[in-house]
C-alpha cells in the first residue's frame, strides 16, 4: 500500500503545486497544497509552535497527506488501483467525506476503470456547480481527466489487461471524447442564433415590443439560450481535457 500512496500521490502533488494564495480560493494560504489551517491544526496536535504554512516541509506535507487523506480512503477501504488515485485525488481536492461519498455512490462493477470513471464524473458535476469554478474551472478540468485517464490505466493494469489493450482502449476513449468536444463546440456556436432563427423564440415586430409580458418572454429565451450555450462550452472543454489526457495515455 505504501507503494500505491507514491505511485498516487507523485500525480496529484503535480496538480496541487507550490505557494498559493488565491484570493477567490476558500482555503486561503496554502503550500504544497496543504492549508494554513490544516498546518496549523496539524502542528497543535504535536505540540509544536506555530509558523507559516509557507515554511512547511515537504516532509512535513507528505505526512500529512498520508494521514488525513490517503488512510483515511486507501488504506481505510482497501481501494483497488485506480479507485484509490480518483478518491485519493478527490478527497485532497474537495475534502475526504465528498471523495468517500461519490466512491460509494460509483461502486458496483466489476469493472474498477468503469468505478474511476463514475467517480471522476461525479466529482466534475459538483465542481461545476461551485461558484469558484469559473476562476479554476480550466485546470480542475483538466486534473480530473487526467486522474481518469491514469486511474482508468492503473485499473485496468491490475486486472490483467495487457498493455497494448490498455493504449488501445486509451486512444478509443481520446477518440470518443473528441468527437463529444467537436459536437459540442459545433451545436454551442449555432444555439443563441438558431434559438430565434428557427422559431424557438417568439416573432414578434418590434413596434409591438412594449408591453412587459413580451419583454419578459424574449428575455427569457435570450437567459435560456445563453445558458445553454455555457452549458455546453464546459461540456467541450471537458471532453477536451479528457481527449488529451487520454491521448498521452496511448502514446
Known amino acids: 500500500m505504501s507503494d500505491r500512496f507514491t505511485a498516487c500521490h507523485d500525480i496529484t502533488k503535480k496538480w496541487e503545486g507550490g505557494w498559493s494564495d488565491h484570493k477567490a480560493d476558500p482555503g486561503g494560504k496554502t503550500m ?3 492549508t494554513e489551517a490544516v498546518y496549523h491544526a496539524w502542528l497543535k496536535k ?3 509552535s506555530l509558523k507559516p ?4 516541509s515537504m516532509s512535513e506535507a507528505i505526512i500529512i497527506y498520508r494521514e488525513q487523506y490517503w488512510n ?3 488504506v481505510q477501504y482497501n481501494l483497488f488501483p485506480g479507485d484509490d488515485l480518483a478518491v485519493y485525488d478527490a478527497s485532497v481536492n474537495s475534502g475526504v467525506s465528498r471523495g468517500l461519498k461519490w466512491l460509494k455512490a460509483s461502486a458496483g462493477s466489476n469493472d474498477h476503470s468503469e468505478t474511476v ?3 471522476c464524473r461525479a466529482r466534475l458535476s459538483f465542481m461545476q456547480c461551485l461558484a469558484i469554478w469559473k476562476s479554476f474551472g480550466k485546470g480542475w478540468g483538466r486534473r480530473v481527466a487526467d486522474i481518469e485517464a491514469k486511474g482508468v490505466a492503473m485499473a485496468l493494469t491490475a486486472m490483467g489487461v495487457t ?4 493504449k488501445t482502449k486509451a ?3 481520446s477518440a470518443a471524447a473528441q468527437k463529444q468536444a467537436n459536437t459540442a463546440a459545433k451545436t454551442a456556436t449555432g444555439t443563441a442564433t438558431t434559438s430565434v432563427a428557427t422559431g424557438s423564440a417568439p416573432v414578434v415586430e418590434p413596434t409591438a415590443v412594449t408591453d412587459t409580458a413580451t419583454l419578459c418572454v424574449l428575455g427569457a429565451v435570450c437567459v435560456a439560450a445563453l445558458v445553454l450555450t455555457v452549458f455546453l462550452i464546459a461540456k467541450k472543454r471537458a471532453a477536451d481535457s479528457r ?3 487520454y491521448a498521452e495515455v496511448a502514446a
Open 72 to 74: 483515511p480512503t486507501a
Open 243 to 245: 481527449a488529451v489526457a
Open 163 to 166: 498493455e497494448v489493450a490498455i
Open 32 to 34: 504544497y497544497g496543504i
Open 53 to 56: 504554512v509557507r515554511n512547511i
Open 46 to 48: 504535536r505540540g509544536i
Open 117 to 119: 470513471k463514475r467517480i
Open 171 to 173: 486512444r478509443t476513449e
